[in-house]
């Protein structure tokens, strides 16, 4: 079945920065085109980055470009997110989640979350 | 303002049948396949439905799902207590180059 475990939320004043992490376990890690998704108190699932089996493609939603990073080590089986200039309203659950080969936007698995709380 | 439009809120009494509207584009709906997801309270999200209709092992057929033009629903049929969640569409959009999502509609079980 295969089982994702993020790591690294926490508390962060505003303009700091923070990473998270993603250990993917169960299943092949290195074929899975992997996702960073979060949910702000009182708001919808709001999707932010994507990276591709072999990093060769990368995107990012609007409100975090230039802000966040997203890379892999597929030799740790591993996800990171790189959260820069951290706002108020970037508080969320993160989620991180697997797209199989050939899928778009099928999030097959999803972590148990990770919460970030901005505030001063 | 979310890319994919839902309804709010829907809302059922146990047994009844209830559907769950979301509304797009050529660029996302039209042109890509649509999946459902289902988060319970307190839980992450979990994939519901994906390639517009097709259930994952373990779900129900209570939960079926369908897709024409830039508009899709979601139906659950026999409604049961554990169905209270909230529920998402996504897909791909070829103009944002990324993932997007409905607003999320709210179930309540009466």
């Known amino acids: 079945e295969g089982q994702l475990v993020e790591s690294g939320g926490g508390l962060v004043q505003p303009g700091r920065s923070l990473r998270l992490s993603c250990a993917a376990s169960?299943?092949?890690?290195?074929?899975?085109?992997m996702h960073w998704v979060r949910r702000a108190p009182g708001k919808g699932l709001e999707w932010l980055a994507h990276i591709s089996w072999d990093s060769g493609s990368i995107g990012y939603a609007g409100s975090v470009k230039g802000r966040f990073t997203i890379s892999r080590d597929n030799a740790k089986n591993t996800l990171h997110l790189q959260m820069n200039r951290l706002r108020v309203e970037d508080t969320a659950f993160y989620y991180c989640?697997?797209?199989?080969?050939?899928?778009?936007?099928?999030?097959?698995?999803w972590g148990q979350g990770s919460l970030v709380t901005v505030s001063s | 303002q979310s890319v994919l439009t839902q309804s709010p809120s829907a809302s059922g009494t146990p047994g009844q049948r209830v559907t769950i509207s979301c509304s797009g584009r050529t660029s996302n709906i039209g042109d890509n396949t649509l999946n459902w997801y289902q988060q319970l309270p307190g839980a992450a999200p979990k994939l519901l439905i994906y390639g517009n209709h097709q259930r994952p092992s373990g779900v129900p057929d209570r939960f079926s799902a369908s897709k024409s033009g830039t508009s899709a629903s979601l139906a659950i049929s026999g409604l049961q207590s554990e169905d209270e969640a909230d529920y998402y569409c996504a897909t791909w959009d070829d103009k944002l180059n990324g993932v997007v999502f409905g607003g999320g509609t709210k179930l309540t079980v009466l």
């Open positions: 989640a697997s797209q199989p080969q050939g899928w778009l936007a099928r999030f097959d698995r």
């Open positions: 169960g299943f092949t890690f290195g074929d899975s085109t």
